[in-house]
């Protein structure tokens, strides 16, 4: 309850530009949820949608994006859930399994998440896991940059065959992405075609191949949250926003 009153107050209390911890945000979600603060809900919501983004571009920029110390990810899609917050969903239930691993999000001081919650989690992850998989096999399909090789049997530039690229690059990076292995699938190094060997073509559409499987997974992350794209997810988040003003 401190939290709310301070916040009905101090109306900066729960916004972005003053770093509220998320403990205090999920304080005031509840509360102002319970008891019909909407326009001080519709704050807490704001901020938590600068921590869950639902645009890849505000996901990646870490000068848009905030993040708590003391975040936990599981447990905001408990209060995604029970509060009816959909905007942030797709991306908290990414954030979950993407840091933890199943093993860790069954310890019980792992997350103030509720056991059920933690289930949901693990199958999302193994959700996530075949979506990537799919979208690995689909985004080589349509790759014109990986359709020719060397006598080696690795990748060749087909700009003006300056380069191969080893088999063992892609390889690598694929078995990080379908494992969630790597930090962040839709961090912007991944894949970066840094060798200083590449001409300026092959790096691009070594950059662009992975941008594309990027976009495709984070087109897709609603999917498995019941939405069909984020357009429906902001709708949903719209019409809930809409039937609180009434």
């Keep these: 309850m401190y939290h709310l009153l301070k916040a009905m107050h101090f ?12 403990n205090v945000l999920a304080a005031i979600l509840k509360l102002s949820t319970k008891y019909i603060v909407d326009e001080l ?13 639902s645009r890849l571009t505000a996901w990646i920029d870490h000068s848009v994006r905030y ?8 447990y905001s899609v408990e209060l995604a859930k029970k509060f009816e917050v959909p905007i942030i969903l797709p991306a908290a239930y ?14 019980p001081d792992s997350s103030m ?18 979506m990537i998989y799919q979208l690995i096999d ?43 292995t790597c930090s962040d699938v839709f961090k912007p190094t991944l894949g970066l075609a840094t060798d200083p060997d590449f001409c300026e073509a092959f790096r691009l559409r070594v950059d662009q191949h992975w ?8 087109n897709r992350l609603p999917s498995l949250c019941g939405f069909k ?13 809409s039937s609180n003003e009434q």
């Design 11 to 22: 109306r900066q209390y729960c916004q972005k530009k003053s770093k509220p911890p998320f």
């Design 41 to 53: 809900r519709e704050e807490v919501i704001n901020t938590l949608s600068a921590i869950f983004s």
């Design 67 to 74: 993040t708590p110390a003391d975040l936990d990810a599981m």
């Design 94 to 107: 990414y954030q979950a399994v993407s840091q933890l691993s199943i093993r860790t999000m069954m310890r």
């Design 113 to 130: 998440a509720s056991n059920s919650i933690r289930w949901t989690c693990a199958v999302f992850r193994e959700e996530l896991m075949s």
């Design 138 to 180: 689909e985004n080589n399909k349509g790759a014109t940059i990986f359709s020719t090789r060397d006598k080696y049997n690795n990748w060749l530039c087909e700009a003006d065959e300056c380069y191969s690229l080893l088999d063992s690059y892609k390889c690598g990076t694929e078995t990080k992405l379908r494992r969630l």
């Design 211 to 218: 941008r594309r499987l990027q976009d495709n997974s984070w």
């Design 229 to 241: 794209d984020w357009a429906v997810v902001r709708t949903a988040q719209a019409a809930l926003k």
